[in-house]
């Protein structure tokens, strides 16, 4: 309209307007005329203000600063809606009362009342109170990300969300809590902190009443109403309540962990998952029960265990009457009785009643194990098995039988316990009738009558009748050895070898012979006992019937015909034909002495060592030849002596013909042929054909002096010296001169004695030299 105020009117709209450059600006909104246009870009405009706008985005000028932070804008515009932030001054009031420091953002919440939503999406008909939302929406369609963060490279869609994402850089937090002066990054955030202080929780749900402190947690539990879940995995086509809830997932598959630990490093997923794993370096255990003041590290184990005290059980099934405290175990419960499984695997179809067993169930085909131990790092499947090893470090031990006391980390593993006591076996066999205590048992057992071996090695071909024993095999080939003894921290490949290895620290014997009590570690040094009794030999060598008492024993002795070798050093590669020979072999090279005397201390790298070593203390002589009474304590003594009744000399010198009682002297003559001395002192360098030469010349060094007399306790270094000092006492004098008779203790004295008989040839005695017995 016309008037004096505002001279040039608009014919097409009416408006008027004071200059005759804003009317002209304005008719270009009516003709669509740009005559304005960007050199670098070719965008165009109505304005020439708008122009000039425009390209402070190419040349980054930004002329207008804020006094207070010095934040550099481009716009005036951008200054003073800035500014407002300190000063707190929001000029724009609905009549609602809720103000605004910005027009804008007072237009669109006009919109909230009239629910007016004038701009339609023209390719899915969504509408929308405001034309930015419409541009923002616009791009889920195009994909167009227009912002572009000039520091990492990221796109954005929305120039609100660039602008938040740009301070995780710059690390800026422009908005402060007046009460307790912490600083956040977006407005949003402050004021739902803000609500911490205030306890307001203004957003409530029409459904259950519940109330929330922020609008984003109201629709996120919405959702749970509507069970919508609007985010989905692109990998696995899991879906998701949240966007962040779905983020969170994608690192399971990108394996991105962003938060980690500053004392060990551990990387986490999720921030709340660190500050979890925190408290274990801390342990703090800030959440405490009311009622006995137990303390939790987590929030929802509290809430687990507060349901001991109350037994409150809220949800009851309406066909068995059961109870139960949480709604998620009464729904699980449910399709007990309906048979319901909803949760279908895509891979092979197998359908589940759970969720979470199906996602379980995925993962043996995806062999994902985001399940990981704080103390060992071991990765496991599935909570459950996380939390059953857990136990194997805080030796909890939740399940105590009732008849002996005996204690179990799973309730399952206490149910089949018990049956020892009840003699209980509910798992026959449908082919014999044999009745087993456990059902895994009777699986195995089921295996004999089918001869079935469905499970084969991708490697070696060999083939099982069940998945667990082709994994125990598979680690013969990779070598893994994940059981480890929390004592000595050996490895083991299987959980039954690091249970027998745990009786080594423990002295457990827990089978006892009935004959005569002796008791053992292993069932199977049992059984071979009992043959000791019995004479039993039921395991006979096809090749030459030599019979044995248990079948390791024919196994090795099979290996002498075939001269396999199975068993290999993985450092030297040297191959033997039974493994613990490998593992006495390894010793050598590890330095490994596990087996320690309880009464000396003293350490063996064999267990046969240490039984031998006992006897020294124990002066047993358990080896006993019955022609002459002599006793031994070593069979291989024994087996020495007896030849010195045979004359047996079983091996020869190849080179000489000299014949010896025993391999060792054997190989200790052959040195004298090849003048090898592979025993080196490591002190003085000086080399040796035998090793107990080395030994006894290594007490030169270290005067130890291991060898003590009985009747005295005088100490010696060398077997000789004691033998020789033993005469002193016995008055024994095994030497005597064959011209005059007269006996010596020792030989050097009988060799000075002789040279007054024979004074012109002092060295030439030996002919003279006799030993009285």
Partial sequence: MHTKDKPYSCDACGKGFSQIASFEAHYRSHTGENPFCCDVCGEKFSRKYSLDRHIRTHTKEKPYSCDVCHKDFSYKSGLIVHYRMHTGEKPYTYVCGRKFSRKCNLNVHYRIHTNEKPYSCNICNKDFSHKSQLTVHFRTHTNEKPYSCDVCNKGFSHKSTFNLHRRTHTNEKPYSCNVCHKDFSHRRTLDAHYRTHTNEKPYSCDICNKSFSSNSHLNVHLRNHANEKPYSCDVCNKDFSTKSQLNVHLRKHTKEYPYSCNVCGKGFSQRGSLTEHYRIHTKEKPFSCSVCGKGFSKRGNLTTHSHIHSEEKPYSCDVCNKGFSHKSTFNLHRRTHTNEKPYSCNICHKDFSQRRTLNNHYRTHTNEKPYSCDECDKHFSTKSYLNVHLRTHTK???????????????????????????????????????????????????????????????????????????????????????????????????????????????????????????????????????????????????????????????????????????????????????????????????????????????????????????RTHTKEKPFAYDICSKAFSKLSSLKYHLRTHTEEKPFACDICSKAFFEMSYLKNHLRTHTKNKPFVCFICSKAFSKFSSLKNHLRMHTKEKPLACDICNKAFSYISSLKRHLRTHTKEKPFACNICSKAFSYISSLKTHLRTHTKEKPFAVKRFLRCRV
């Avoid at 699986?443 to 024993?469: L, M, N, Q, W, Y």
């Avoid at 070898?497 to 423990?506: A, C, D, F, S, V």
């Avoid at 350490?603 to 240490?610: H, I, P, R, T």
């Fill in 396 to 614: 909890e031990y939740p399940y105590s039988c009732d008849v002996c006391g005996k204690g179990f980390s799973q309730r399952v593993r206490l149910t089949e316990h018990y049956r020892i006591h009840t003699k209980e076996k509910p798992f026959s066999c449908g082919v014999c009738g044999k009745g087993f205590s456990q059902r895994g048992n009777l699986t195995t057992h089921s295996h004999i009558h089918s001869e079935e071996k469905p499970f084969s090695c991708g490697i070696c071909g060999k083939a099982f009748s069940r998945t667990s024993d082709l994994k125990r095999h598979l680690r013969i080939h990779t070598k893994e050895k994940p059981f480890e003894c929390d004592i000595c921290n050996k490895a083991f490949s299987y959980i039954s070898n690091l249970k027998r290895h745990l009786r080594i620290h423990t002295k457990e014997k827990p089978f006892e012979c009935d004959i005569c009590n002796k008791a053992f570690s292993y069932i199977s040094n049992l059984k071979r006992h009992l043959r000791t009794h019995t004479k039993e030999k039921p395991f006979a060598c096809d090749i030459c019937n030599k019979a044995f008492s248990d079948m390791s024993s024919l196994k090795r002795h099979l290996r002498t015909h075939t001269k396999e070798k199975p068993f290999a050093c993985d450092i030297c590669n040297k191959a033997f034909s039974d493994m613990s020979s490998l593992n006495r072999h390894l010793r050598t090279h590890t330095k490994e002495k596990p087996f320690a005397c309880d009464i000396c201390s003293k350490a063996f790298s064999m267990l046969s060592s240490l039984k031998r070593h006992l």
